[in-house]
Every structure is written in structure tokens, then in C-alpha cells.
């Protein structure tokens, strides 16, 4: 806790006295004023600090200049505090009538930014650690977080005493700190509305880097938490990105907690797969288990629950109805089925996807009876069937599709199909 001094003028409150009545002395009181700030010298307003002294006490909120004054204080030790800014200074309020009031300025703590140099058996090279991301980097546990530089839930050290070119070592950890940047931060509870522009400045963690979100005209981003995030939706986003890149849509998926899959989701995508923090959730205004459509300057232009009835292909909906670049590419990958025969098989398909999403197995096991019905040799079908008799149990039924698939396309290819099959049955081994 930082202390203060404010040399400020007296205000003597006199009292009326009757002779041979003992003198009381009168109580001195000051008024405390000044300014609340970002390291930077930015201007903090609108924040409501809640001033203490003794049994004093007074609450008044800084003005868009950051400035502010409280009335009738009395002298000695003062404390201000600001939940909303994370604040708790100690101030010594004093007096001098020979220098008249001066102001105090109280700086908002800055949030930190350290680069540091790292040997061990899991990475070699350099790390960025940022406070406003509190995830460590998944292979060695370091982390930022209350003020400490931590590695493993072991504090090494606190930001305060940290100094450039300062070694650490932690079991076969070797750090050595290359910068350290102090960084404004406006507290999430004292900024108004993003205007959507917030989103490119918000640091993401992609690995062991701090990255920036960068956006297209068109984004569709997926925001959840870790347990919130399955298989297929990583998959479908993928196809997504993939289908209709050519539109100049990106897709993107932002984890806010780290998780140990993490580190494993984010080497097998093509599209990005970042960490972010409360800051993220701010500037989309989401909140975890949010799909949003997002455009070039980060506003979000519609949302749907993750858990809604197919929310990706509701997405697509609204790009098909809105945006016409995407409508373009739309009609032409999806161009009219020749047959009466190919287009009851591709509605079948549809509802089948559907269902799986939506977690109703036997029906999409029935619905995928009927596809195979018309076109015995479709192979998403025969591949999506032999994962929902996995999902259902039926594991005779699924192995009989993995051993048609390998007489179609290869040992190699239908291995990966089993693969799938084992993480839907949640069987160890099937081989």
C-alpha cells in the first residue's frame, strides 16, 4: 500500500464557550481533494472512491477529469478505496498553514507485461506473460496472477521486486527476466459500452505467445469455457472455415480458462484457437457458451447459445440473409441435386447432423438407416453412422462400418475412423 501526504489548509471549527467552562479543543478539519489516474497520467472518472478516516467517513465519485473532493476531513490516517478500480490507498492527511491545500494523485495499479527468457525440457526460447491474461502457459504452469510471478502455483516473486536480468530456477525451469512493462489498464467496471474497435487491442494467449484477435469482414467466433467445448464443434468450425473461407469469413474459437486439452486443441486447428480473459468477454459483450457473429471492427451482430438446437447452422442462416459475398459462395457449394433420389438423400443427411448435434442419437440412427437406404455407399453416412452406434452402445454395429470402411478406403483411413469411434464409446481399446 503506497502512503501519501497532503499539506492542505485548515478550516477551524470554533465552538462558543461560557466562562470557567473548560476550553474544548476544536476538532481540524481539512478538505481532501485530487485526481485518480492510469500510470500513463489517463484520467479515471466515473469511479466512486469511499474515503476513511477513523470514524469518518465519505463517498464521492471523480469527475470525467478523474479529479474529486471530499469535505471536512479530519486530519491523521486516511484510506481510499475503489472496488470498481481495484484500489486501496493510505493517505496521511495533514496541515501547514503556511503552504495552502495541494491535491493528492492516486495512480490505478498497472497491469504488467514480462518478457522472459526460458531453458527447460518442454520449451526453449522466449515467453510473454501478461497480468490481464491470469492462464499459465500450459507446459511449465508460469503465470502472472495476483501480483506475482508464479510457476506451478509456487510464487517465485512479486511483480514489485522483479528487476531485468533477474534468474530464476524451478526444478529444471531456468527464467531470466528480459523486459518488464508497466501497462495502463482502465478497470472493466469503470469502461462505458465498447464500441466494438476494443476487441483488435485485447490481448489472447496462443500457446506460449500473447497474440491480437485479427478480424475479416465477417468473423463467426465460438466463446466458451473448457468443459463447455466438444469435439465436434471444434470440428464443425473447422469445416466451416474451410467451406466458406472463400467468402472472406474467419472463424475463430476464444477458451477463457485454460484446461490441460488446450495446449492439444490448439496444435491440431487450422483456424485460431486463443486464450482470453475477462477483457475478451468485455469487448464482445458474451458471456461463455456464446456463437457470435462478429464483424471487421469486433461488434457483434448476432448470438446464439452453444446449446441451442443447431447454432452453427444458424449462423450460416444469417450470413446467407445478410451478407452477400457469403450467399455467393453459398449457392455455388451447395449447386441443386441432379435426382429427386440425391436431394431426399441430402435432406436426410441434414436432419440426421442435426439430431446428432442436438444429442438424439436414436433418431439420428434411424434417419441415417433411411440415407443408407437410397445410397448404400454415401461415406459421411456410413461414417456418421458408425459413431452414433458407438454413442448408443452398439459396438458390433459400429465395428462392421470401421470394416467396411477399410475395405473402401484403406487400413490407414478407416484407423482414424476407429480412433473416432473409441472416443465416442469412451472404450480404451477396440483393436
Partial sequence: MRRYTLIAGVLVCGCVTTEGAQRVEPAVQTDLGGVVVLVDGTPVGRATLVIRCGKTQRSVTTDDQGRFRATA???????????????????????????????????????HRVELEVRSPHLDGTVLLDETLPYAVTELGLQLKGRQLMVKDRRLAPLAKLAVGQEFQHNQIKMKVKTIEARRWMPLRLRGTPRGLELLTVPFLHGAQVVRLTLATRNVVAVARCEGVREDLLDDLESMAATYGASGLRVAAILIESCPKAAEWIGRRSYPLLLGGAEALWALQARPGELLVVDGDGRALWRRPLQAVAPLEQAIAHLDRTWPPFAAVRRVSLSRASTVKAAETERL???????????????????????????????????????????????????????????????????????????????TTLR
Avoid: Y
Wanted: charged share 30%; hydrophobic share 40%.
Fill in 73 to 111: 476531513i479530519p486530519e491523521g490516517k486516511c484510506s481510499v478505496e475503489s472496488d470498481a478500480a481495484g484500489l486501496r490507498e493510505e493517505v496521511h492527511v495533514g496541515s501547514n498553514v503556511l503552504r495552502p491545500g495541494s491535491g493528492v494523485r492516486i495512480v490505478v495499479p498497472p497491469m
Fill in 349 to 427: 443427411l441434414s436432419q440426421a447432423e442435426a439430431a446428432i448435434k442436438s444429442g438424439k442419437h436414436k433418431e439420428a440412427h434411424a434417419l441415417l438407416d433411411q440415407v443408407l437406404q437410397l445410397s448404400p455407399d454415401l461415406a459421411e453416412a456410413r461414417k456418421q453412422r458408425a459413431l452414433t452406434k458407438a454413442r448408443l452402445g452398439d459396438l458390433s454395429g459400429a465395428m462392421r462400418e470401421v470394416t467396411w470402411w477399410r475395405t473402401s478406403f484403406g487400413p490407414e483411413s478407416a484407423d482414424d475412423l476407429l480412433d473416432e469411434v473409441q472416443r465416442c464409446s469412451k472404450v
